[in-house]
């Protein structure tokens, strides 16, 4: 197993299809036309190295200068690993969420919920040796969206990693266990249902810090590779 | 084995918006062949797509301090996006084979609860005649969704299009 080893397809029944009419932006958004099927070439099999001298790490969402934004304070950690559960090391993950009302800080989101002064909702971290990330955060709120009538997003943060190559990239959402919202959820229930769960994010005592915040624990996993390594060029 | 993490959509509100100088490649002090690239993303209905984020790699140059390899452009109103970066040349593919000069681009939105990914190669390349890649996308004339044209010196473009009419070919890798 080294470097230039394709990544294995992805199994089926684990990323939701972009043709999902229940979640309606998908609707004009979707190719109609079957993906094709490349073969990883080194396009495929390498991918971007950050550096955190370039892209500094902001592992601290819950305070902007010094003062603290409103809502629960919690610690969201974990690993990122393969599918065989080697861990991913000093790999960049990108955090968005919106604030504890429920409003994002972007120019977007108009939702009549109040911006919060000490929020503004980006972090970046890398993972360590061991693959394992960690950042404080404030947990966010549910808002509204026009998707149908009366339609609320589930409490959710979202997450952009890379991972070993280009054919590793993912971007996905965390969840929070016992939403009622998931239930209700097309872009939740967009995922097929053997792999869903997989987004919901489990409370874990042994991550709270007393008197502080609470901890959540998420665990990522990406794309392994074969047992192939790719022909020589 | 223990499940891959399933994919969901960027969404509107994506935060990575405020860094537009991740468009340029070459701020780090990258050198060789300085070229922009823009085009637009568009609908089914031939509609702008304003809140996409589209995102580029590059094998060559190999990346190393100078030069990321990797760029982000948001679209703008228009459904615009637009890089700075160096002219990859080209590079191995599988066995004795040799790839045309590419990017590969990947395109995240609302609605698109999986990314989306293509290539971007160059017309006027010999190489695009045997470019094993190209070579895989049937009918013929569909390969065409792939490759920018000149847009000026040192300027490329090429449209994207999600659905419908002249469809962009995306890819499985």
């Known amino acids: 197993m080294n470097e230039w080893n394709p990544f294995r397809p992805v199994a089926a029944g684990t990323h939701p299809a972009n043709d999902t009419p229940a979640y309606r932006s998908t609707a004009f958004r979707h190719p109609t036309a079957p993906l094709v099927k490349i073969p990883q070439t080194i396009t495929e099999i390498s991918g971007p190295r950050f550096s955190p001298a370039q892209f500094p790490p902001m592992t601290d969402l819950s305070t902007m200068n010094g003062r603290a934004a409103l809502g629960e304070r919690i610690i969201v950690a974990g690993t990122v690993t393969d599918e065989d559960g080697r861990p991913i090391p000093n790999t960049m993950i990108e955090i968005w969420q919106a604030n504890a ?133 | 084995m223990t499940g891959v993490t399933p994919s969901q959509t960027i969404g509107p509100y994506w935060h990575l918006i405020g860094h537009a100088e991740w468009a340029d490649l070459t ?49 703008d109103a228009q459904g615009g996006f637009r890089f700075t970066t160096i002219k990859p040349g080209p590079v191995p593919g599988r066995g004795n084979a040799l790839q045309a000069p590419h990017l590969a681009l990947t395109l995240m939105a609302r609605g698109l609860l999986v990314g989306l990914v293509t290539r971007v190669y160059f017309a006027g390349e010999a190489l695009n005649e045997t470019d094993p890649v190209l070579a895989m996308i049937e009918p013929a004339p569909r390969r065409a969704t792939l490759v920018a044209a000149p847009d000026g010196p040192g300027a490329w473009r090429l449209d994207i299009r999600l659905q419908g009419r002249d469809e962009t070919v995306f890819l499985e890798v």
Do not use: C
């Open chain 2, 27 to 75: 701020r780090f002090g990258a050198r060789g062949e300085r070229i922009t690239l823009s085009g637009r993303i568009l609908d089914g209905e031939g509609l702008p797509v304003t809140d996409a984020a589209v995102e580029i790699w590059q094998a060559d140059p190999p990346a190393d301090e100078r030069f990321p390899g990797y760029g982000r452009s948001a679209t």
């Open chain 1, 101 to 233: 009302a429920g409003r994002y800080d972007h120019e977007r989101d108009q939702h009549d919920a109040p911006l919060d002064p000490n929020f503004h909702g980006e972090g970046r971290v890398f993972t360590d040796g061991e693959g394992g990330y960690r950042f404080t955060s404030v947990k966010p709120g549910s808002y509204p969206w026009r998707n149908h009538p009366n339609a609320w997003r589930p409490n959710h943060i979202h997450f952009s990693l890379f991972g070993p190559g280009f054919a590793t990239r993912l971007i996905t959402q965390m969840y929070f266990p016992g939403d009622p919202l998931l239930d209700l959820d097309p872009i939740y229930l967009a995922v097929p249902a053997g792999a869903r769960t997989r987004l919901i994010s489990r409370f874990d005592l042994s991550l709270t810090a007393p008197e502080w915040a609470l901890g959540y624990r998420f665990d990522f996993v990406l794309r392994g590779r074969s047992a192939t390594p790719m022909e020589a060029g």
